[in-house]
């Protein structure tokens, strides 16, 4: 049994996000374990401290306390829902875990491999907003191309037909 997990999860505040969130603490995330939330922020002219010192190595990791804090997430251009918060502070509750976030800027694809890497993550949780396969075709697909580049395993939590 590995010690020291830490568990990815890819989070963009969606509804589909919080799907996957909500799987992994209920189906992966075991006491003690690391919870990461990877969030990746489009790439832009940053001019904010925070942002522009950390856009090419990405955020520190960002304890719980921090990024439920909508003035601190402010500096970063990130804005967690109260839904999300909630799962998480409930699952650092119940199941005695850290819950950290880390965020990075440019395009998803690559940063979230990269993510897998640099933190490092023992799997990555990751949703799937269902795109039908003309939409997936011309925009490709974030969670395919992780499952095929991700150096660790990857989990795709699927948005079914009748959720938003």
Known sequence: MEV??????????????????????????????????????????????????????????????????????????????????DIINTAANQKQIVALM???WGDPREQLCEAIDKIPLSCLIIGNRGLGKIKRAILGSVSNYVVNNGSCPVTVVKQGDHEN
Not at 41 to 58: S, V
Request: hydrophobic share 35%; net charge negative.
């Open 4 to 85: 020291d997990r830490r568990v990815g999860v890819a989070i963009d505040f969606s509804p589909c996000s919080r799907k996957a969130l909500k799987w992994a603490v209920d189906n992966v995330v075991r006491d003690g374990d690391h919870l990461i939330l990877v969030t990746v922020r489009p790439e832009g002219n940053y001019e904010d401290g925070e942002t522009q010192l950390w856009q090419a190595t990405g955020s520190p990791l960002i304890p719980l306390k921090e990024f439920s804090d909508p003035v601190t997430m402010k500096k970063y251009g990130v804005k967690p829902d109260p839904e999300t918060l």
């Open 102 to 104: 880390k965020i990075f």
